[in-house]
T-cell receptor
Framework: NAGVTQTPKFQVLKTGQSMTLQCAQD?????MYWYRQDPGMGLRLIYY???????DKGEVPNGYNVSRLNKREFSLRLESAAPSQTSVYFC?????????????FGQGTRLTVV | QKEVEQDPGPLSVPEGAIVSLNCTYS??????FMWYRQYSRKGPELLMY????GNKEDGRFTAQVDKSSKYISLFIRDSQPSDSATYLC????????????FGAGTTVTVRA
């Protein structure tokens, strides 16, 4: 059982480049999330998707876009990368309402913007 | 001021010691309280999940919630080197249980 799979695991971008982080889950979860983790800041929610076809902004959405492609997949796009977006990005998913706080996380994507 | 405050440590203890971790929070509406464990260069994994005030025990782990003091704790008994990790507290308000607010995490090292 793979759980939540993120690709790529590592990426270096130049300022202004774009890229898409991919995430897929095989647990048939309805809700999916993108977080970023920075030293001393904990995990901060970027975007959230309650179900296929719906997305909502989290705490730090500026500079990012998302697509909930289907129930399994939720992608995060950086249109014009900035050094401030250097971070570790985690995708997560969670089961039905009332258990959405029981999030399952992927292994993370370490992104460096130079 | 952050909604959730957590001492970042680091905390170093000898094997077999009791590890005590805690978080304070400012939002009295928080209702679900979690502890996640994160090994180096890995994603967080859910360790403990509690609802409202009280204690919950799972093996060597005990989670405590004191809503009146806005304070939660995690205790690890008989700590093992395999418990060396960063521990993150998280909490959510009712009706918005997808909005996890995380502490910054406490890094724990258990020395053999």
């Amino acid at each position: 059982n793979a759980g939540v799979t993120q690709t790529p695991k590592f990426q270096v971008l130049k300022t202004g480049q774009s890229m898409t982080l991919q995430c897929a889950q095989d647990m048939n979860h309805n809700s999916m999330y993108w977080y970023r983790q920075d030293p001393g800041m904990g995990l901060r929610l970027i975007y959230y998707s309650a179900s296929e076809g719906t997305t909502d902004k989290g705490e730090v959405p500026n500079g990012y876009n998302v697509s909930r492609l289907n129930k399994r997949e939720f992608s995060l796009r950086l249109e014009s990368a900035a050094p401030s977006q250097t971070s570790v990005y985690f995708c997560a998913s969670s089961p039905l309402e009332r258990e959405r706080s029981k999030a399952f996380f992927g292994q993370g994507t370490r992104l460096t913007v130079v | 001021q952050k909604e959730v405050e957590q001492d970042p440590g680091p905390l170093s203890v000898p094997e077999g010691a009791i590890v005590s971790l805690n978080c304070t929070y400012s939002n009295s509406a928080f209702q679900y309280f979690m502890w996640y464990r994160q090994y180096s260069r890995k994603g967080p994994e859910l360790l403990m999940y509690t609802y409202s005030s009280g204690n919950k025990e799972d093996g060597r782990f005990t989670a405590q919630v004191d809503k009146s003091s806005k304070y939660i704790s995690l205790f690890i008994r008989d700590s093992q080197p395999s418990d060396s990790a960063t521990y993150l507290c998280a909490m959510t308000p009712p009706g918005h249980d997808y909005k996890l607010s995380f502490g910054a995490g406490t890094t724990v090292t258990v020395r053999a």
